[in-house]
């Protein structure tokens, strides 16, 4: 499930069904398909989240909890449902799943739509609109224009925003002889933790990337989780896009078998930042390569129960338990 809960520098208000289709790539990040978005309102803080649509009819009821369930442990009163996708009849069985489950969880469905990206419908169907579906065009819709003011990214598809933090061969090229180049035992965990701890929030505030060198070290210090939870340790959520920045570039730095730590550490940031989908991305990034890392399995469990970012106080103390 993709959970956003980005508290945009401009509010939104969607009044025809045209604006609530061009809110939800802006909120979400990226263009759906063969999905289920769900827009929460009232609760404090609002959250919108999207599931894929199952292929089988037989799963619509698990996909509905999905949704279901963190609307209803946030208490949202009030949720509008869009279902993505070219199957008619299946799609509108899945938004009326949805609305039931919803509706079970104490939240009241004030609308619901169909679109196949081109055309919508009302869910349940109404008179007096076309039959075929009403034709939209979103290229020149002014929320997607505030996007691009306010910095926020709409990609073409998940699968786009995935690409940005793929592996980059040139990149991964130029850091594997810097890996072999590192010679001998690392450091103590406290000394390393410390160098690592020392690397990170300099470039955050600095706003730059680290050299082929510094990515090397940095990976192979990471391999032991204190080390990796120094890197973690200055993470504020008022710096969590700082921090996104600079572990997306080292992901897609990182050769694979190395790519758990910052991946989970990017996953965290997203979360941080409001950019759930970015977050589960990251999530699968890691779990990839290591399907048992812990801190991928945290992030996870944050993002399907749509848990807000402030509930993370920031900074702490890695050095505990560790001397010299």
Known sequence: MTADQTSPTTTLTARTPEDVLAVVPVVLGFEPTESMVMLTFGSDPPFHARVDLPEDA???AEMAAMLAAPAGEHRAPLAFLVAYSERDRFADRAVEATARA??????????ALRTDGSRWWPVPSRPGLPLDGTPY?????????????????????????????????VLVGRVVPALAALTGDPPPALDEGTWVRDLVVGH?????????????????GMLDVRVRDAAWSPLRRDLAREHVELWTDVVRRAP?????????????????????????????????????????GLVAELLTRAVPPDTWEGEFDWTVGLGR
């Open 58 to 60: 037989c799963d619509l």
């Open 102 to 111: 919803l509706r079970r969880a104490g939240v009241e469905v004030i609308d």
């Open 137 to 169: 065009d979103l290229s020149a819709h002014p929320f997607a224009a505030q996007a691009v003011y306010d910095g926020r990214v709409v990609h073409a598809s998940r699968d786009r925003l995935a690409e940005t933090i793929a592996p980059d061969p």
């Open 204 to 220: 955050v505030a600095s706003r730059t990337v680290p050299s082929d060198d510094e990515v090397a070290r940095l990976l192979r």
């Open 256 to 296: 694979d078998p190395l790519v758990p730590a910052p991946a989970a550490l990017l996953a965290f940031a997203s979360w941080q930042a409001g950019q759930g989908a970015l977050a589960w991305c990251a999530v699968d990034r890691c779990i990839e390569v290591d399907p048992g890392y812990s801190l991928a």
